[in-house]
């Protein structure tokens, strides 16, 4: 994620932060010092803000470290003001692993509220806990506020509403009875009925839930289009839908022939070549981006993508379609036999989607 920096890495997981987390522990330190705090209790603030973000990552490691017993690897873990992202390679499809990663993370959570309990006397009233809380983060009730605040995580990433983990644990359980881009669309309705009560609630109370209701409805809609344009591809295998017409590009060639290629045509993505042979990719972001940098005579040598990818001709749509949306910039290369055959991208799987979409309605409107 760009404007984010490494901290470093946890069982091969790189760990990263984004640079707006400062912006957070500065508006922290101006709330509590508008709010007449002393220093001793902004102080205490900031570390409990630090050790929120510490359960976030150990509920994301909950996340990772679940997927990796069924062979999912987790690219990375970003943190940010508003929580933690971990990458995954993919998502589990089976329902009981989708189970199993999705309840994980809260999971965590409700362990490390369990462990704090054990260390601290609850109050028995919501007076006496309001009392012990009036005053703000401090050596007394930091260990209280921390409990809550992990209860406060489980609780909420339970409501079943994507892109929260409650959310896939709802289509996991329906899709023990339902075939999975049902259970995906039941769920993202009932995530967006959620998400619309959020947003209402916003307008009287917390606007911060406009935010999140905003996020929750967007969230389950591109779960639910993702999903739906994967089972659509169900039967399908990438020689359906390559490319034999496709443009290319000699590796010899300069920056300016590439612009005036990408002029004289509609094409985003060529195919760089040296004697017949793949040497390359070439998209208009990297055209554009060489242009405002570099010289019209400029090598493609020196611009051109060389991390290949290579999709099987007999390989299922469905099953390199994660692939091909993650590499939605890049052209890929079909192979049958060791020999290319040829290209595919995402606009044109889209415009495969698309083309199954418009006959599927049609063949309903008969």
């Not at 522990?25 to 508008?34: A, G, H, M, P, S």
């Not at 881009?181 to 209402?200: D, E, M, S, Y």
């Not at 590009?249 to 060529?270: G, P, R």
């Not at 415009?351 to 418009?358: P, R, S, T």
């Amino acid at each position: 994620m760009k404007g984010s920096f490494k901290l470093g890495n946890i069982v091969g997981i790189g760990l990263f932060i984004h640079w707006t987390f400062s912006l957070l522990i500065l508006f922290i330190v101006y709330v509590n010092y508008k709010a007449g705090q002393n220093a001793t209790q902004i102080l205490w603030s900031v570390l409990f803000v630090l050790c929120i973000f510490l359960t976030v990552l150990l509920h994301e490691l909950g996340h990772a470290l679940t997927a990796k017993k069924y062979n999912i690897k987790t690219k990375d873990i970003t943190l940010l003001p508003i929580g933690g992202l971990a990458r995954l390679e993919r998502l589990p499809e089976k329902p009981s692993e989708e189970l199993a990663v999705a309840f994980a993370g809260p999971l965590v959570n409700i362990v490390l509220a369990f462990v704090t309990s054990l260390f601290i006397t609850l109050p028995n009233t919501s007076e006496e806990m309001v009392a012990q809380l009036a005053n703000g983060v401090n050596a007394g009730n930091f260990f209280l506020n921390f409990y809550l605040v992990n209860m406060v995580l489980a609780v909420f990433n339970l409501i079943p509403a994507f892109p929260m983990d409650g959310g896939r644990v709802l289509r996991a359980l329906l899709s023990y009875k339902l075939e999975r881009h049902h259970a995906t669309k039941i769920a993202a309705r009932i995530g967006q009925v959620l998400a619309l009560g959020f947003i209402f609630l916003g307008f009287f109370s917390n606007p911060f839930l406009i935010f999140i209701g905003i996020f929750v409805f967007m969230g389950a809609q591109i779960e639910s289009e993702y999903t739906e344009s994967k089972h659509m591809l169900k039967g399908y295998k990438v020689r359906d839908v390559l490319m034999k017409q496709y443009p290319t590009i000699d590796y010899n060639e300069t920056l300016e022939t590439a612009v005036k290629l990408m002029l004289d045509s509609q094409n985003k993505h060529f195919l760089v070549t040296e004697n017949g042979i793949p040497m390359g990719t070439l998209n208009r972001e990297q055209i554009m981006e060489a242009l405002s940098k570099k010289e019209d005579e400029t090598e493609l040598s020196s611009i051109i993508d060389r991390d290949l990818i290579m999709l099987q001709a007999d390989s299922l749509l469905e099953d390199v379609f994660e692939l091909v949306y993650k590499n939605k910039h890049t052209l890929m290369l079909v192979i049958e036999d060791n020999q290319l055959i040829g290209t595919l991208d995402t606009e044109n799987l889209l415009e495969f989607i698309l083309i199954k979409e418009v006959k599927a309605k049609r063949a309903h409107a008969a």
